[in-house]
């Protein structure tokens, strides 16, 4: 069975930084693209980022490009979210998941292409 821990979350003023982790278990890890959402307090559940299986390719909502950075360790089976000039907005908790597909495609946003979620980690920003 694959297993998805995130960590990393906590309390930060705004415009500070976090790093998120993501550790999964399993085989499948290098050979899957991997994904990052979040839902706040009374909203759904919304894309933040998504990296291919080697890390050549990623994808922003474009809410946090400029300010997120996805990147992995296939060695250590985990993918990290740097998340930097961080605003009150960015309050929720940030899911890891894997991508259903081996390849990228332009659904990568939709959670429905997800298996395998983490339980995810809370992260709030005070102003």
């Known amino acids: 069975q694959v297993q998805v821990v995130e960590s990393g979350g906590g309390l930060v003023q705004a415009g500070g930084s976090l790093r998120l982790a993501c550790a999964a278990s399993?085989?499948?890890?290098?050979?899957?693209?991997m994904g990052w959402f979040r839902q706040a307090p009374g909203k759904e559940r919304e894309f933040v980022s998504v990296?291919?299986?080697?890390?050549?390719?990623?994808y922003y909502a474009d809410f946090v490009k400029g300010r997120f950075i996805i990147s992995r360790d296939n060695a250590k089976n985990t993918v990290y979210l740097q998340m930097n000039s961080l605003k009150p907005e960015d309050t929720a908790v940030y899911y890891c998941a894997r991508h259903t597909a081996l390849i990228l495609s332009g659904d990568y946003y939709n959670e429905a292409r997800y298996d395998y979620w983490g339980q995810g980690t809370q992260v709030t920003v005070s102003s």
């Open positions: 990296i291919s299986q080697s890390g050549s390719s990623t």
């Open positions: 399993g085989r499948i890890f290098s050979a899957s693209n």
